[in-house]
C-alpha cells in the first residue's frame, strides 16, 4: 500500500523502494525519530552527529548510516559547513523471503542502528550502487541490485569506533518531546522527570543535538504543523494540535524553522511536484 513519505518531508509515493537525495545547508531531519522501513543513509559531507538509541557518533568523514524499523534517530549537523547525503530506503516486504540469506543480510542494520566510516573507494562504489538502484525500472532487477548493495555493506569493515554513550537523560528527553511536544514544556519539569539538574539537561542537550530545547521543540510541532496542513487541516486547528496555540505563532515559528510561512511552503512544494509530474 502506497505511503506518502511526510513524516521525513519525502514528497513522492513510497514505492517499496525509493532513494532521495540531498545537498545544503538547512536542516533535514527535524527530530529524534522512528520509522517502518529500513533507511540506508550515505553521509558523503558534512559536520554530522549521529544519535541513536544509546550512543552517539559524530565527526567529518564520509559515513553509512543503518537504522532497521522502528530504530529511534537523529543526524544534527553544523548548519555552516555543507552538508550533501544519499537516503535509500525500503520496506520489510520488499525483501521479505526472496532469498533463503535475507535475514542474514538484514542483519547489517544492528538491534539498535549502525555507524560505519568509508574510506573513499568504498564511498565512490555505494553511491555508484544505490544511484544504479534510483535508476532502474523494472522491480526485478532493483530487488536484485537491493540485496547485492546489502551484501557489499555487509562485508565491510570499518565500524565505527569513535562513538560514545549517550547520555540517558538526552535520549530521555528527546523521547518525551517527541511524545509530548503539543504540550507545553518547561525545561525544570522535563530535567525532574529524567532526574537531572536543569543546567545539566539544557547543556547536555544543546551539545548532543546542535540545538536549544526550545528550539529542538519549536521544529517538532513545525514539522508536525506541516503534515497536518498537506492533509487538509486549517492553520488554526494545526495550531492547536501542535502546541502553538494560535495561528499567529503558528507561523512565527515556522518561519524560523523553514523560512517561510505554512501557506508559502506548501504553494512552493506543489509547484515543485507540479513542475515534476
Known amino acids: 500500500m502506497a505511503t506518502n513519505l511526510e513524516n521525513l518531508h519525502y514528497l513522492t509515493e513510497w514505492n517499496d523502494c525509493t532513494v532521495d537525495y540531498y545537498e545544503g545547508y538547512h536542516h533535514t531531519m527535524v527530530n529524534f525519530h522512528m520509522h517502518d522501513y529500513y533507511e540506508v543513509s550515505l553521509i558523503l559531507a558534512g559536520s554530522v552527529k549521529v544519535l541513536l538509541p544509546d550512543h552517539v557518533q559524530e565527526g567529518i568523514e564520509a559515513r553509512l548510516v543503518l537504522t532497521a524499523p522502528k530504530t529511534p534517530h537523529f543526524i544534527s549537523r553544523n548548519p555552516d559547513i555543507f552538508y550533501s547525503r544519499l537516503n535509500l530506503l525500503f520496506s520489510h516486504d520488499f525483501v521479505e523471503d526472496y532469498i533463503p540469506e535475507v535475514d542474514r543480510l538484514l542483519s547489517v542494520f544492528g538491534e539498535r542502528g549502525r555507524v560505519i566510516l568509508l574510506q573513499q573507494e568504498q564511498k565512490e562504489q555505494l553511491f555508484s550502487q544505490i544511484k544504479e538502484i534510483d535508476a532502474e525500472h523494472d522491480i526485478l532487477r532493483r530487488r536484485l541490485m537491493l540485496l547485492c548493495l546489502l551484501s557489499r555493506i555487509s562485508e565491510m569493515g570499518g565500524e565505527s569506533d569513535t562513538s560514545s554513550e549517550l547520555p540517558a537523560h538526552v535520549t530521555g528527553a528527546l523521547t518525551y ?101
Not at 537531572?196 to 508536525?224: D, H, P, Q, W
Open 177 to 277: 518531546i517527541s511524545e509530548h511536544y503539543s504540550e507545553k514544556i518547561i525545561a525544570e519539569r522535563l530535567a525532574w522527570h529524567l532526574g537531572v539538574g536543569r543546567t545539566t539537561l539544557m547543556t547536555s542537550f544543546k551539545a548532543y543535538t546542535g540545538s536549544t530545547l526550545n528550539e529542538y521543540v519549536i521544529r517538532c510541532r513545525a514539522k508536525n504543523v506541516l503534515h497536518l496542513l498537506r492533509r487538509g487541516v486549517t492553520e488554526q486547528e494545526a495550531a492547536e494540535r501542535c502546541g502553538f496555540g494560535d495561528t499567529c505563532n503558528l507561523i512565527r515559528g515556522f518561519k524560523k524553522c523553514y523560512g517561510k510561512t505554512p501557506r508559502q511552503y506548501i504553494m512552493d512544494e506543489k509547484e515543485k511536484n507540479t513542475g515534476r509530474a
